[in-house]
T-cell receptor
């Protein structure tokens, strides 16, 4: 039990649509990172937020964006969905950017 | 660029036996950290063990130990006394700098099947 919850568990969208995934971190965890895990692959870093500011970004296009709120919740938004966006999206939180990350169960996103 | 390589797509082990999962890494940083995570079919990444690059002793956490060979850039996970509930994907990951923070770089994983 990591105290990190993600919603929804599963989601089905069509190409071109927009989606918002949500994550709720443990109290006191000011850092949240998002990862994309395609089928049969390891997770890939999308970006990190620290105290409501983007604090690092991986090799993902601008249509992947995020928000972090003062109540330790956060969102991952993806616009203009493509078939390759089908993946498990993992949220991970930590107290600071340099401390161990605790992962949620993920949201499985399918694009038709 | 930092990279993690896991060369075993799948491994099989009998219950109560030991198994070693291989991991090699590539980095030019002097300070880094190595992790192993377990991912059941439910999707959650479960932290197993951590080794810092300056740690002189190999890390151990219960039935998990990390065989850290710095000169060979390897960080193999050793699971003693495998359990049936241990069937899952196992990922090796490295902590690397990313702007003003750190990110985790993962390998492709090894699927471990524990047989009765």
């Amino acid at each position: 039990e990591t105290g990190v919850t993600q919603s929804p568990t599963h989601l089905i969208k069509t190409r071109g649509q927009q989606v918002t995934l949500r994550c709720s971190s443990q109290s006191g965890h000011n850092t949240v990172s998002w990862y994309q895990q395609a089928l049969g692959q390891g997770p890939q870093f999308i970006f990190q937020y620290y105290r409501e500011e983007e604090n690092g970004r991986g090799n993902f296009p601008p249509r992947f964006s995020g928000l972090q709120f003062p109540n330790y919740s956060s969102e991952l938004n993806v616009n203009a969905l493509e078939l390759d966006d089908s993946a498990l999206y993992l949220c991970a939180s930590s107290r600071t950017p340099y401390q161990p990350q605790h992962f949620g169960d993920g949201t499985r996103l399918s694009i038709l | 660029a930092q990279k993690i390589t896991q060369t075993q797509p799948g491994m099989f082990v009998q219950e109560k036996e030991a198994v070693t999962l291989d991991c090699t890494y590539d980095t030019s940083d002097q300070s880094y950290g190595l992790f192993w995570y377990k991912q059941p079919s439910s999707g959650e990444m479960i932290f197993l063990i951590y080794q810092g690059s300056y740690d002189e002793q190999n890390a151990t956490e219960g039935r998990y130990s990390l065989n850290f060979q710095k000169a060979r850039k390897s960080a193999n996970l050793v699971i003693s006394a495998s359990q049936l509930g241990g069937s899952a994907m196992y990922f090796c990951a490295m902590r690397v700098p990313q702007g003003g923070s750190e990110k985790l770089v993962f390998g492709k994983g090894t699927k471990l099947t524990v047989n009765p």
